[in-house]
């Protein structure tokens, strides 16, 4: 049975990118449904309607209480019969009411090594830490930050002279692959 899949943006889109354009492939359960996205500006929603995808913005700033905002966005994966959310470089955080409407169908793609360096600023933690790798993590969604049972986890070393841009520049390379193999198998189940 094909899942359908709505990813959840607030900028450029590159890992809901990597995540359409794996789900075109014949073997892959899984197609998109919806792209969300909080901001209206973000570029991923350019490439969304492009690509034929249903897009929307559900804006944060239009909205008081999260309880509220987090409302907004159910009612648009209800409309879209979505089975399973991507969040996929979604920067706010969802309530625990939200969160546990979607237990086990919501995953979220990390730039770091959970449960090292959950929330921002992750690549110059790992530097400032004087680690020898750092990686991205494909996890459930779970109402804790970051503390959701991992799927997947893909490893770059840090080399000598790397600032956070050009560790994130690699780390990125391995979001595009990673996501859409922990989605893969997500949708197989």
């Known amino acids: ?37 909080n901001r209206p500006d973000a570029a991923g929603l350019d490439y969304a309607r492009a690509a034929g995808i249903p897009a929307t913005i559900v804006d944060h700033t239009e909205f008081k209480m999260r309880e509220v905002f987090d409302a907004a966005i159910h009612s648009k994966l209800a409309k879209a019969q979505a089975d399973i959310i991507c969040l996929a470089g979604f920067m706010r955080l969802l309530t625990p009411g939200f969160v546990k409407k979607w237990t086990g169908r919501m995953i979220n793609i990390h730039p770091s090594l959970l449960p090292k360096y959950p929330g921002l600023h992750t690549h110059q933690r790992a530097i400032d830490a004087g680690d020898t790798e750092a990686g991205c993590t494909v996890h459930y969604v779970v109402p804790e930050m970051d503390a959701g049972e991992i799927i997947g986890q893909a490893r ?23 996501y859409p193999e922990c989605l893969r198998t997500l949708c197989a189940k």
């Open 156 to 178: 770059v070393p840090i080399l000598h002279g790397d600032t956070a841009d050009t560790l994130a520049e690699r780390v990125i390379k391995q979001e595009h692959t990673l």
């Open 1 to 37: 049975m094909t899942k359908r899949v709505a990813i959840l943006i607030s900028g450029r889109g590159s890992n809901m990118r990597s995540l359409v354009e794996a789900m075109q492939a014949d073997d892959f359960s899984a197609q998109p449904v919806l792209v969300l996205s």
